[in-house]
């Protein structure tokens, strides 16, 4: 709150805050002032504050959740976002941004996404909301599956309830999974390149890439890069072994 004085502040998920929190907060939303962990001055701020929540926090309130009174202290302007299932013509939209900044950061210039397969992505119920989309994005980015024939992206199917199509979860894949193999493909184009400018030169493209010729041989088994052009475990490494010095293959 000391650093958003005469500026704005933002609240996410609101409706997750501790009952001991809540009580702090209103005081500060109540009578604009605070103090310091350990101080023992009084502050006066003047913010502006935005708080978010997935929750129903009139539910939350009567369910004892909530506090009453934070509640309507902060219920000032409300704007209910619908959830992506009801803005499908924004999806088109957050399709092209995601793609367009994603190619860019795993370095998949050129990525698009066929008419067919919008029209299938438009389709889906997303209960995840635009997370949910953004993360598909990344995938299908990630594993170059523009036609989504290595994603499991179920049909939409009818609700029982008669709200309209309904689909299974879409099979995940762990963000720290997404950013392993993307560092993996970025480290094999690097050694690649590195390598086809040197012709293979081992010595040369471990000194480029600034790491040990050990580190390069290991990151090229790891990556699976191999000279096909000779079967000799040195062929281009720029070097022979004296006698008595210890080799790798």
Do not use: C
């Not at 193999?181 to 086809?196: F, H, P, Q, T």
Request: charged content about 25%; cysteine-free; aromatic content about 6%.
């Amino acid at each position: 709150f000391e650093a958003a004085h005469h500026g704005t502040i933002f609240l996410d998920e609101i409706g997750d805050l501790h009952p001991s929190l809540q009580a702090k907060l209103l005081h500060v939303l109540h009578d604009g002032d605070f103090s310091r962990v350990g101080g023992k001055s009084t502050l006066k701020i003047d913010v502006r504050v935005l708080a978010a929540t997935n929750q129903d926090l009139e539910r939350a309130v009567a369910a004892g959740r909530f506090r009453e009174d934070l509640y309507y202290r902060l219920n000032v302007i409300q704007i209910a976002v619908p959830p992506l299932r009801e803005r499908t013509e924004e999806i088109p939209v957050l399709v092209d941004y995601f793609v367009q900044r994603y190619a860019k950061i795993f370095r998949r210039e050129g990525f698009s996404i066929p008419s067919a397969v919008m029209d299938r992505l438009t389709q889906q119920r997303y209960p995840g909301n635009v997370r949910e989309l953004e993360n598909l994005i990344k995938r299908m980015i990630v594993l170059r599956d523009p036609l989504l024939t290595r994603i499991s992206v179920p049909h939409a199917s009818a609700d029982p309830r008669g709200n309209g199509p309904t689909k299974a979860p879409i099979t995940e894949i762990s963000l720290k999974d997404i950013s392993r193999k993307a560092s993996l493909a970025a480290e094999r184009e690097a050694i690649s390149k590195v390598l086809g400018q040197t012709g293979w030169n081992r010595v040369r493209a471990a000194k480029a890439l600034k790491i040990s010729y050990r580190a390069l041989l290991y990151k090229m088994k790891r990556v699976g890069l191999q000279d096909n052009r000779a079967s000799s475990p040195h062929a281009g490494a720029g070097w022979a072994p004296r006698p008595g010095e210890w080799t790798a293959s």
